[in-house]
């Protein structure tokens, strides 16, 4: 699905995708439209590894690697999933008690796995059933 757009093209140095070169990827990649090529040029051996996992996992094209005068060129195309961009902090709506500074999963399993159980689930007696 390669179309006619221009390839735009950074160069990655030997960033390795803890480094920061997935980020500078993303960044990159936002710039672009749909169809659009990035090449990233890199001297790190672990790029080509990390940049085709990377574009399955986030629905751009891995269209493969070169190498010109000693240094890898990478090429990702930019797919048409869109980002959530957000300014604000996220709330998934869980709540549970933190007592004495710990976290007790029980509490929060309250209304989710156990649907319409009242009382919390630090106070049952969560003992399996007797043999009869």
């Known amino acids: ?13 030997d960033l390795s995708a803890t480094n920061g070169l997935l980020l500078l990827v993303t960044r990159s990649l ?4 749909a169809g659009e090529i990035l090449e990233i040029l890199s001297d790190n051996p672990a790029t080509e590894h990390d940049l085709t996992a990377w574009s399955r996992l986030t629905a751009n094209r891995w269209i493969g690697t070169t190498t010109s005068n000693g240094r890898k060129s990478h090429r990702i195309e930019k797919g048409s999933a869109l980002r959530v961009l957000t300014d604000r902090e996220l709330d998934w709506g869980n709540r549970a008690p933190i007592v004495n500074g710990r976290f007790d999963t029980r509490d929060w399993l309250l209304g989710h796995a156990f649907p319409g159980l009242s009382s919390s689930p630090s106070t049952l007696n969560w003992s399996a059933p007797s043999a009869s």
């Open 30 to 33: 936002d710039k672009l439209k």
């Open 1 to 13: 699905m390669s179309s006619n757009f221009s390839v735009h093209s950074i160069d990655a140095r």
